[in-house]
Structures are given as structure tokens and as C-alpha cells.
């Protein structure tokens, strides 16, 4: 794909992150805390980014080229806001505006969590591909799980240390996108039954199954100062159904929220334990819905 010269308006910019904290938090730049402008700021970033993804997506449909789609259990992306910045060649004049507006970007920049997407080697090694894929002109897809926690958070407790929840979504993702137009069902258990139908044909039937929503959140994967901006399109798991009343009314309490305990359970961890039955059979099941 061919590349586009890069500019960045930083007046707008200096304008969309004023209006975000407004509208958003309904708060002055002075009245905000550190968080409240980094999402601000962000989403003012994310508006620039979007210009160049849907320019990248116009063109592949207009040159039809061959796609790359990465499938991945983790993929170890990194800090993205300033990321983002450097690879739209927008570092300093992003900087010269926040310093403008009295705030300091390595402040704005600490506040973001690292996403908790990946574990190591492989996640890294995943996230590389899709950066030089962008930066090389190459159109393409990473495919993951939006997981919830990660791995975990390491805190020193009486001088050991202790494994926590990394909880990087409590404040959201700004730079993400959820795509309910592209999310599918996916089907665990249940048995088989043969029908014929009025044809008289054989029909196979799944039924008496669980079932959960997979529902798709883009991240832009921007190339070094040409513009293309691909993708990584991670899954997140939903109930259908989220309280099944009926179930509740018969004191079968279990039940009534079976969909929604596996759907929280598929994209919770990353690497959940498998050293017993439950851990061994939650990992089959989170491939078989990442797949």
C-alpha cells in the first residue's frame, strides 16, 4: 500500500482535548485529574488515528491486495498513546500543545495502564509482526482475546512477592473500538440431534448447549510515519442471555447465571492455571472460542 504524507493540526488538537474534558468529565482543564486528561487527550489522538484507518481501509477495498490475519493467544503491545505519537510523527507537536494547556506529557503518558493483552516472549514477538507489517506497507489483521486481567499485577507484601489482579480496563481503552455488527455466537456442549426435514433430507441439529456472544474491539497498529494504520481485532465474551429468570423462580440460582459466569470466565485471564480439571478445561474452551 502506497504511503501518505503525514501532518498534524495541533491547534485542533489543542481545541479536542479542551472539548473531551468538557464533555466527558464535564470539568475545566484545571478542575481535571491526571486520568480525566490522559483519556481526553487520547481520544483527541484517536481522532487523528481514525482518518488514517479509514483511508487505509478505503484503499484495500479499491486495491484488493492479499490480507495478513495473525492469530495470536497474546499479543504484547506496549503503552499505545505514545506510540501512537511516534509513529504519526506527531510526538513533538502533541508535546508543544499539552506544555501549552500547562500539562505535562510524561504525566499524561504515566497514566496510561499497559494493556494486559500478552505475557512475554511470544505476545512481543506478535506484537512486532503487526508493527512492521504497518510500517511496511503490508494490509493486515491481529486476532486475540480481550482479556480482563492478563497475567497479574506483581506488589511487594512484607518483603514477598504477591500476585493481584492487573485490572488495565477500569478506566476504559480509548483507543479501542467495539464492532457489534461483526459479533457471532459461539456454542459449548450440548448434543446432536438428526431431523428430516419437509424435503426429506437429514438435518443435524446442536441443542441443549451453552452459548456466549463473542463480540470484536479494534486497536489501530500504526506505521511509522506512513499512514497505514491495520488492525488488532481482540474478541470479548458476553452472555446471550445475561439472568434466565425462570431458573432463578425454581431456586436454581446456578443456572440462572450459568451464561454469564462462562462468558466472564472465557476472557478473564490470560494462561489461566491448568494444573487441575476446571483450569485444563477452561484453557480448551477459550481456544475453542478464539477459533
Request: proline share 4%.
Amino acid at each position: 500500500m502506497k504511503k501518505k504524507q503525514l501532518s498534524f493540526d495541533k491547534d485542533l488538537f489543542k481545541r479536542s482535548v479542551q472539548y473531551n474534558v468538557k464533555t466527558l468529565y464535564r470539568k475545566t482543564m484545571e478542575e481535571a485529574t491526571p486520568q480525566q486528561l490522559y483519556q481526553a487527550a487520547a481520544y483527541a489522538i484517536k481522532d487523528a488515528i481514525v482518518d488514517h484507518w479509514m483511508t487505509t481501509q478505503k484503499a484495500a477495498a479499491e486495491q484488493d491486495p492479499k490480507i495478513v490475519y495473525y492469530m495470536s493467544m497474546e499479543f504484547l503491545m506496549g503503552r499505545a498513546f505514545g506510540n501512537n505519537l511516534i509513529n504519526l510523527q506527531a510526538y513533538k507537536p502533541v508535546k508543544e500543545a499539552l506544555d501549552e494547556l500547562g500539562i505535562d506529557v510524561n504525566l499524561i503518558e504515566d497514566q496510561e495502564p499497559d494493556p494486559a493483552l500478552g505475557n512475554g516472549g511470544l505476545g512481543r514477538l506478535a506484537a512486532c509482526f503487526l508493527d512492521s507489517l504497518s510500517t511496511l506497507g503490508y494490509l493486515a489483521y491481529g486476532c486475540g482475546i480481550r482479556y480482563k486481567y492478563g497475567m497479574f499485577r506483581q506488589v511487594i507484601k512484607d518483603g514477598y512477592q504477591v500476585e493481584v489482579p492487573d485490572t488495565w480496563l477500569e478506566n476504559g481503552n480509548p483507543f479501542e473500538l467495539r464492532r457489534n455488527e461483526y459479533a457471532k455466537e459461539v456454542k459449548f456442549g450440548g448434543y446432536v440431534n438428526m431431523y428430516t426435514d419437509e424435503y426429506g433430507r437429514t438435518v443435524f441439529k446442536q441443542e441443549g448447549y451453552q452459548v456466549v456472544r463473542a463480540v470484536p474491539y479494534d486497536l489501530p497498529v500504526i506505521g511509522y510515519g506512513n499512514g497505514i494504520v491495520n488492525t488488532l481485532r481482540i474478541w470479548d465474551a458476553e452472555p446471550i442471555q445475561c439472568f434466565q429468570l425462570d431458573s432463578f423462580d425454581k431456586g436454581d440460582y446456578q443456572k440462572a447465571v450459568e451464561q454469564e459466569n462462562l462468558a466472564s470466565q472465557l476472557c478473564e485471564v490470560l494462561y489461566p492455571n491448568d494444573n487441575h480439571i476446571a483450569g485444563k478445561e477452561l484453557r480448551l474452551k477459550q481456544q475453542y472460542f478464539f477459533i
